[in-house]
Every structure is written in structure tokens, then in C-alpha cells.
């Protein structure tokens, strides 16, 4: 029997960040998969945190968490969202994480008491990540974090150049991502940008194989003809990375462009041609939809919607299966003073946060889509609050509130359980990762999701206090999804509601464009209804 041989693709960006290394790594794998090859991913940031899980999602965007609770860059769900590929701790390692586990090792003694230093010891430690994530697949696609010329990313660049020489050629394949900018005062595309990228990555001993031109129209023939020749590849390794109006269209772009005939060239892979029929089906349903909606996110992070990156392509998976453009109104919670300018969205959610700072605003929100009938999706600190808001204005429970955001809270409707402790140290010490839920039956989480028993993913350290259950069921409040011992709740309703629904969980993370989150696209429907009943 034959044994596997990995191919490895590195995905480096130059000149500026937000170039979309990581949704281009995951068209590539999309392309890819659609050859019939399996892949997977991995992430390499070269900030010195341990991971992301401690960042400001103002400057990091989201945390995203995979099913066995690695909290991670918000990369790895595009990963997901593009291919089968099922992300864990092996598929994002940070600069932070290779340090750590090289002065562990010093500390140990595992080095027999010789010098520390970055070559060989940082370089191997990022070369043996490489390695462990590509375990069993065709091809890794590594993704660097970072741009080229910045010194963080220096070790991981040598790492990978050692990494051609250990594998071999045939089985390593450069992509360079670089910007090719239209000077509109002349009326031309520049190139030099994407030169002066190469020249910077040439410099520590990487000619890149491939090179994708980040623009905002197709480049003509001459115009990478002089690329090929200035950047020392061949012209059909010059590849248009083109803006386009869903993130969807890439790997289809991409296609047209030959790039995944050209990685399969590069690698001496045979593969047959991809099967793109359900993207172009996707496609199709983009951009002819029956309906339009508008949705209120009413959230703290809403000055970078990165923050809320898989949310927002829940909301569009959602609207892509029922046919509807999803538009989303971003409503900072801090200045929300009058819930009414929520009176023309068509559905409302509250997503995650952790802290106090706006607070109040979410509750305003949760209580202007109670009285008023308009469908409510809560995910999170989202159910949290909507436990607060019902305690408060339907049970009589005067102040109810979350022990996060108020610790002298006369009724701590949300609160941390016995057994969990406050800790000094916040990097992964919540509830994380795949956690399962029993739905009860004749309700409408059982009825979205069609079983009675779900897996969902988690990060929350304040749970719904079971002290406080019997009263707000009294009230109305019905406790659909709970753990399967009955602790812990995890999905809460209101039965006479059109549409209320808030989780524990986040449903997100599991959303793909051709596997919607029932829970999304449930939400979506109801609001495509509420839009229809207003005419």
C-alpha cells in the first residue's frame, strides 16, 4: 500500500495586512477538496499571546472556538466554512504557544544544557507544528500571519524555508498575497507594490511559486506578463485575487483564473477537475433572491463587525436557504438610549461580550423585541441578558442581573455555579468547546432542530442560576435546552412570542454556506415573516 505523502502550501501577504490570506487559504482548500483531495489548515500568528482568547475583538475580531475548545483565529472558521476540514488546538499556533513550549523544554532540561536560540531551536519547534497538523491529509495549507518584513514573522519565514529543504520541492508549493493598486489620478494598475513584497520576501531565501494579486479589476496579459517577469515567476502563476461582491465567488475567481491547476502543477499532484456546482448554485441564489431583510445587531464591537465574523455569515447562510438578502444594522449598545430605532429591523439579536459596558442598551433591545413582537435571536450573553430582562420586567425581580455586571445584584439571575472560582489567569478557563443539550419536546428548539439531542460549541464562564428557574417558568419563560442532567440551561423561549429564542451556546460556529444553522435559518424565516406582515 502506498503511503501518503503530504504537500504542503505556504500562504504569506506583503505591504499591508487585511489582505485575506486566510479566506484565500480557504478557497484554495475549497478548490482543492473539490478535486477530490483531502486538506487541512493551519494558522501561524506571530503575536507572543497564547491565543486569541484574551484579545479585544476590536483589535483581533472574534475568537473562534473549535469543537474540542481551542479558542482561535478567526481564520479557522473560514476553514470550516469552506470545506469539510474540522479545526482543533493542532490548527492555530501562535508565536506565543512556540516560545512557550521551547523555554518548557529549557527549563526541563530537554536541550542537554546547550545555548537557546531561535535557529535551530524556535525554527524546529514551528517546523515539528507543521508537521503534526498535516498528519494524515494530501495537503496543509499553512497560513503566515503577519506581513513580510515585519520582525515577528521572521522565524516563522525561515522556518518554512528549511521546510522546502527538508520535504523536498515537489512537495512544498509559495503563495504570495500582495495588493496591485489602482492609482486612479493616472488611470492605471501599479505593480511596484507587489515587487517591492516579492523583493522583501526574496530576501530571506523564499521566491514565491504563486503569486495573487489582491485588486480591484481582472489584470490583463501585459500586465502579468511584467509581474512574471519583475517577480521571477511564470505568467500563469500570476493570479488575480479580485475583489467581489460575496466572499463565496472567490473560489469560483480563483477557478477561472487556473490558480488550482497551477497548485497542482507546482505539486506534481494528479487530480481530476473540481466538481464547483453547489458554489455556482450558491452563487445563484445570491444574487436573485425573493426577499430582503433587515437585522439588528445590537452589540459593544460593533466599530470593527470583524468582531462578529461568523455571526454575520450565520445570518448570510441563513438568508442564502430561504433566498433573502440578510442586511445587517449595526447598533452599538453603549448609546442606545431609545429602543425605537430598532422599530424597523425585521428580527433583533444580541450576540456575545463579557463585562458591563453596555449592558443596558442589549436589555433595552431585548425588551423592545419582547413587547413588540418582533423576532429575537440571543446568543450567549444575548440569553444571558434576555434571562435579566424577563426576571426584571415580567417575574418582578426589581435589578435582576448578571453577577458579572453587577456582584451586589440583589437577584443574580446569572451567576458563576458552585464549584467555579474566579481565577486569576482568564486565558482558557471557561466553558469551552462541545458541551451537549437535551431539547424538550413540543418546543420550538426541538422543533428547529428535529431531534431531541444537540452538540453545540461554548464559551461563557457565567451560567443561569437554577435558584431562579421555577419563577421565570412561572412567568413564562420556557427552559427548552438544558444540559442532560438538568444543571445547566442552555436554550430558553417564549412559547406565545412569534419568534424568541436565545442560547447558551454559539450556534455560529457551525454554520456553513451549504449546511445553514437551523437555529439561523429559523430566525431568518421568521424575520422574512415579520417583513411581509409589516407590508
Request: proline share 5%.
Amino acid at each position: 500500500m502506498r503511503t501518503r505523502v503530504t504537500k504542503y502550501i505556504f500562504v504569506t501577504g506583503g505591504v499591508m495586512s487585511s489582505l485575506g490570506k486566510g479566506l484565500a487559504s480557504a478557497s484554495i482548500g475549497a478548490l482543492l477538496e473539490a478535486r477530490g483531495l483531502r486538506v487541512t489548515f493551519l494558522k501561524l500568528d506571530p503575536y507572543l499571546n497564547v491565543d486569541p482568547g484574551t484579545m479585544n475583538p476590536l483589535q483581533h475580531g472574534e475568537v473562534y472556538v473549535t469543537e474540542d475548545g481551542a479558542e482561535t483565529d478567526l481564520d479557522l472558521g473560514h476553514y470550516e466554512r469552506f470545506t469539510r476540514s474540522r479545526m482543533n488546538q493542532l490548527n492555530n499556533m501562535t508565536a506565543g504557544r512556540i516560545y512557550d513550549s521551547v523555554l518548557s523544554k529549557e527549563r526541563r532540561g530537554d536541550y542537554l544544557g546547550g545555548t537557546v536560540q531561535v535557529i535551530p531551536h524556535v525554527t524546529d519547534e514551528i517546523k515539528e507544528s507543521i508537521r503534526a497538523a498535516g498528519q494524515g491529509v494530501d495537503v496543509i495549507l499553512v497560513e503566515i500571519g503577519g506581513t513580510v518584513g515585519d520582525i515577528e514573522s521572521l522565524p516563522f519565514l525561515e522556518a518554512i524555508r528549511q521546510f522546502r529543504s527538508d520535504v523536498g520541492r515537489e512537495n512544498t508549493c509559495f503563495i504570495h498575497v500582495a495588493p496591485v493598486l489602482y492609482q486612479a489620478s493616472a488611470g492605471e494598475l501599479k505593480t511596484k507594490p507587489v515587487q517591492h513584497s516579492v523583493k522583501e520576501l526574496q530576501a530571506v531565501g523564499i521566491g514565491p511559486d504563486i503569486i495573487l494579486c489582491r485588486t480591484e479589476r481582472y489584470l490583463d496579459k501585459g500586465i502579468k506578463s511584467k509581474i512574471a517577469l519583475f517577480c521571477n515567476v511564470d505568467e500563469d502563476a500570476v493570479i488575480t485575487a479580485k475583489d467581489v461582491e460575496s466572499i463565496y465567488e472567490v473560489p469560483l475567481v480563483f477557478h477561472t483564473e487556473g490558480l488550482d491547476e497551477k497548485i497542482a502543477q507546482v505539486l506534481n499532484m494528479w487530480t481530476g477537475q473540481p466538481d464547483l456546482r453547489q458554489w455556482e448554485d450558491l452563487i445563484e441564489a445570491q444574487r436573485n433572491p425573493e426577499s430582503e431583510i433587515t437585522i439588528a445587531m445590537v452589540g459593544k464591537y460593533v466599530d470593527l463587525v470583524e468582531s462578529y465574523k461568523s455571526l454575520n455569515e450565520a445570518l448570510v447562510h441563513g438568508g442564502m436557504a430561504v433566498r433573502s438578502t440578510v442586511n445587517i444594522l449595526y447598533v452599538d449598545s453603549e448609546k442606545l438610549e431609545d429602543p425605537s430605532v430598532l422599530a424597523k429591523a425585521d428580527g433583533i439579536l444580541v450576540p456575545h461580550g463579557f463585562g458591563s459596558r453596555g449592558v443596558e442598551g442589549k436589555i433595552r433591545a431585548v425588551r423592545f423585541a419582547r413587547e413588540n413582537e418582533i423576532p429575537y435571536l440571543g446568543i450567549c450573553f444575548g440569553m444571558q441578558l434576555a434571562c435579566c430582562e424577563f426576571a426584571r420586567h415580567v417575574a418582578g425581580l426589581e435589578g435582576a442581573n448578571s453577577r458579572e455586571v453587577d456582584e451586589e445584584t440583589a437577584h443574580p439571575v446569572i451567576d458563576l455555579l458552585p464549584g467555579q472560582e474566579q481565577v486569576a489567569e482568564k486565558g482558557a478557563t471557561m466553558r469551552l468547546g462541545d458541551y451537549p443539550c437535551s431539547l424538550a419536546e413540543g418546543s420550538r428548539a426541538r422543533s428547529i432542530y428535529g431531534r431531541s439531542e444537540i452538540v453545540e460549541r461554548h464559551r461563557h464562564r457565567y451560567e443561569f442560576n437554577p435558584e431562579y428557574r421555577e419563577r421565570l417558568e412561572k412567568a413564562g419563560l420556557r427552559f427548552s435546552g438544558v444540559s442532560p442532567d438538568g444543571r445547566l440551561a442552555e436554550i430558553v423561549e417564549l412559547p406565545d412570542h412569534p419568534f424568541f429564542v436565545a442560547s447558551q451556546f454559539h450556534p455560529e460556529f457551525a454554520s456553513k454556506p451549504f449546511d445553514p444553522h437551523p437555529l439561523f435559518q429559523a430566525f431568518v424565516e421568521a424575520a422574512v415573516g415579520h417583513c411581509s406582515r409589516k407590508g
